[in-house]
């Protein structure tokens, strides 16, 4: 971590060269996901008041929101990376675009069961068609639509192209989800953060629901470059460049 | 600090049910995650080394 400043960047647009890098960054993303999760759950758990309306099942938010945000985040960046592949007809680009899809679709799986866990008590219904909860229904989808175009063709360089061009389409449905609470007269409640208002509610219970969304960030990076090893080490079959076994000790993905 | 007791920590004031499997399948989801990246490594690393060495 040292040299940093040292480092030429452009050398690690390469795969043989970024696999080395991923490996170092891994540990410290995954050791910051750590300590922010912890602080996020001890803010969350025992900092932060009951809510007067909503009572303790309010707490759900602090896995809740942090991992429908990450659902949306990390379709966009998946997108940026396709976009990228398809403009530059990078492999790289493509490849990142592969390791980000599996979390975000986790990601959105998570958002929904919370989302469910939460609507039982508050509304009394595990599940409403309602503009929010439908357009994210239709992300998790997106993410399928993705994987699955990927795995369905046999020629990578086909398939590369595919999931990017799907991916691309699909991300106008990230700004319908944003605003889908404005838009429509949705029963989800509306933003409770937005970045022109004062956040409508106690500070310290924001605080909770930013360290987890910063944890579950760090997260997001740990898997998507331990994915990316996995999917470099899967494509580049001719691996010469690979780590002798004397050394594969300190490849540990974490 | 809201809890007088470590059953009304998981009471949750009612709402344990949905508070606790909320935060399991969220750590449940992430952990299975963290593994199978773990297991298709192991997995990725040997297939590069058999091909590495057929050749």
Redesign the interface.
Known sequence: MMGFARINWFKYSSPQAFYPLAGRLIPWCAAAAMLLIGAGLYLG???A??DFQQ???Y??IF??VP?AWMSMFLYVVMAIWAGLGLGLNARPSFMMAQAIA??GA?FT??AL??GA??G??TWGAWWVWDARLTSELILLFLYGGVMLLRTSIDDSRRADRASAVFALVGVVNVPIIYFSVRWWNTLHQGASVSMTAAPKMAATMLMAMLVMTLGFWM?SLA?TL??M??VI??R?????W?TP?SQ?DA???S | ???GSVSE?VA????GL??W???G??AF??LW??FS??R??AA??E???Q??QD?
Do not use: N
């Open positions: 758990f025992f900092v008041p009951t009572g303790q099942s707490r759900i896995v809740h991992a599996p979390t986790l799986f998570l069961v919370t866990m939460w039982k008590p997260y898997v331990a994915r090893r996995c080490l899967e580049e079959r001719q691996a010469s690979d076994p594969q490849l540990e993905v | 600090m809201q809890w920590f949750m004031g009612g709402y949905y508070v499997t909320s935060f399948v969220t989801g992430m995650e963290v990246l773990r298709r490594h990725a690393r297939g590069a080394r091909s590495f050749r």
